[in-house]
Nanobody, 125 residues
Framework: QVQLVESGGGLVQAGGSLRLSCEAS????????MAWFRQAPGKEREWVGT????????YYSESVKDRFTISEDKDKDTVSLQMNSLRPEDTAVYYC??????????????????WGQGTQVTVSS
């Protein structure tokens, strides 16, 4: 099993920045990719981005590309999401997810095996 714990959410004004972190523990050697998703009230959970094979490749949704960056600290088993130029529409609960067996597409929530509890990000206008 893998446990994921997010941190770093909060309230920020539009145009500002936040950095989220996700610390993995347990059988972290089984992780093949880590991703961030988000879910706004009344909406489906939305893929934000994925880092595969210990940061070898990164992929982002069009809505956050060029504003958000995923990075990994391999020694600490931590993946971070740097969010710049935040907009009110980025307001959501952000979830960290990890994949074990490689399958599906990187933007498919069902391709991930473990999830964190989520952290709230609120962007005021």
């Amino acid at each position: 099993q893998v446990q994921l714990v997010e941190s770093g959410g909060g309230l920020v004004q539009a145009g500002g920045s936040l950095r989220l972190s996700c610390e993995a523990s347990g059988r972290t050697y089984s992780i093949t990719a880590m991703a961030w998703f988000r879910q706004a009230p009344g909406k489906e959970r939305e893929w934000v981005g994925t880092s595969t094979y210990r940061g070898y490749s990164s992929y982002y949704s069009e809505s956050v590309k060029d504003r958000f960056t995923i990075s990994e600290d391999k020694d600490k088993d931590t993946v971070s999401l740097q969010m710049n130029s935040l907009r009110p529409e980025d307001t959501a609960v952000y979830y960290c997810a990890a994949q074990g067996r490689i399958r599906g597409n990187v933007d498919d929530r069902y391709a991930y095996d473990w999830w964190g509890q989520g952290t709230q990000v609120t962007v005021s206008s």
